[in-house]
C-alpha cells in the first residue's frame, strides 16, 4: 500500500488529454511538500519529469504540466502521443517518519 | 554531464549479502544526498533509504532497518547499499539517485526531488 494514490491505468486516444491523480494527506501533500513527477519508460530507469508541483526541466515538451491543492497532485499530459505511453509516479516528502521519501503506487498510461 | 552509472547484475542465494555501487561523475560528489529506490518485477518503486556523502550520515526506511548499510568513499565518487539477509523478495531492480535535500531542521536535511537516476542494478535472490 503506497503512502500516495495513483490510478493503477489510464488511458487515451492521440492527440487528447488525460490527467493522472496523486492523493496524500496531512503528513505529506496537505504539509505544503512539493510533489514530483516521474516517466519511466518501459524497461528503463525513471526520469524526472515535473518538479516542485508545476515545473518542467529543460527538454520536457510543455504538453506535460503539473498541479497541487491541498491534499492532491494531478499530472496532464496534453496531445498524447504514442511515444508517452509509460508508468508515471508522484513522489513527495513525509513527516511520519523522518528523512521518509514515499511514492505513489504508478500509473500505467495507455495510448489507443 | 550529470551521471550515476551502476554496478552489474548480480544473483544471489537466500541468506546471503549483496553490495551494488553507484559512482557519480559531471557535479560534486559530496554536495547532493544520494538515495536508493528499488523496483521489482511490475511493481512501484520502493524508498530504501539516504546517504549524505560529506557527513556519512545516513537515514533508512524503517522496512528495511537492521539489514540495509548505505556507505561511500569520496575519493572515487562512489555511493554503495549494502543489503543483506537477503530472501526472495529482495529480487528486484535496485536504483541509486541524486537528490537535493531541501527541508531542513536541526541542521540536517531531507526530502527533494531525485534526478538524475542510476541505470539501475538487477538483483535476483535464487537458491
Known amino acids: 500500500q503506497s503512502v500516495l494514490t495513483q490510478p493503477p491505468s489510464v488511458s487515451g486516444a492521440p492527440g487528447q488529454r488525460v490527467t493522472i491523480s496523486c492523493t496524500g494527506s496531512?503528513?505529506?501533500?496537505?504539509?505544503?511538500?512539493?510533489v514530483h513527477w516521474y516517466q519511466q519508460l518501459p524497461g528503463t530507469a525513471p526520469k524526472l519529469l515535473i518538479y516542485?508541483?508545476?515545473n518542467r526541466p529543460s527538454g520536457v515538451p510543455d504538453r506535460f504540466s503539473g498541479s497541487k491543492s491541498g491534499t492532491s497532485a494531478s499530472l496532464a499530459i496534453t496531445g498524447l502521443q504514442a511515444e508517452d505511453e509509460a508508468d508515471y509516479f508522484c513522489?513527495?516528502?513525509?513527516?511520519?517518519?523522518?528523512?521518509?521519501?514515499?511514492f505513489g503506487g504508478g500509473t500505467k498510461l495507455t495510448v489507443l | 554531464q550529470v551521471q550515476l552509472v551502476q554496478s552489474g547484475a548480480e544473483v544471489k542465494k537466500p541468506g546471503a549479502s549483496v553490495k551494488v555501487s553507484c559512482k557519480a561523475s559531471?557535479?560534486?560528489?559530496?554536495?547532493?544526498?544520494i538515495n536508493w529506490v528499488r523496483q521489482a518485477t511490475g511493481q512501484g518503486l520502493e524508498w530504501m533509504g539516504w546517504?549524505?556523502?560529506?557527513?556519512?550520515?545516513?537515514g533508512y526506511a524503517q522496512k528495511f532497518q537492521g539489514r540495509v548499510t548505505m556507505t561511500r568513499n569520496t575519493s572515487i565518487n562512489t555511493a554503495y547499499m549494502e543489503l543483506s539477509s537477503l530472501r526472495s523478495e529482495d529480487t528486484a531492480v535496485y536504483y541509486c539517485?541524486?537528490?537535493?535535500?531541501?527541508?531542513?531542521?536541526?541542521?540536517?536535511?531531507?526530502?527533494?526531488?531525485?534526478?538524475?537516476w542510476g541505470q539501475g542494478t538487477l538483483v535476483t535472490v535464487s537458491s
Open positions: 546517504m549524505n556523502p560529506k557527513s556519512g550520515n545516513t
Open positions: 496531512s503528513s505529506n501533500l496537505g504539509a505544503g511538500y512539493d
Open positions: 513522489q513527495s516528502y513525509d513527516t511520519r517518519l523522518s528523512g521518509s521519501q514515499v
Open positions: 516542485d508541483n508545476n
Open positions: 539517485a541524486r537528490v537535493s535535500a531541501i527541508y531542513c531542521t536541526g541542521g540536517a536535511c531531507h526530502g527533494g526531488l531525485f534526478d538524475p
Open positions: 559531471g557535479y560534486g560528489f559530496t554536495s547532493y544526498d
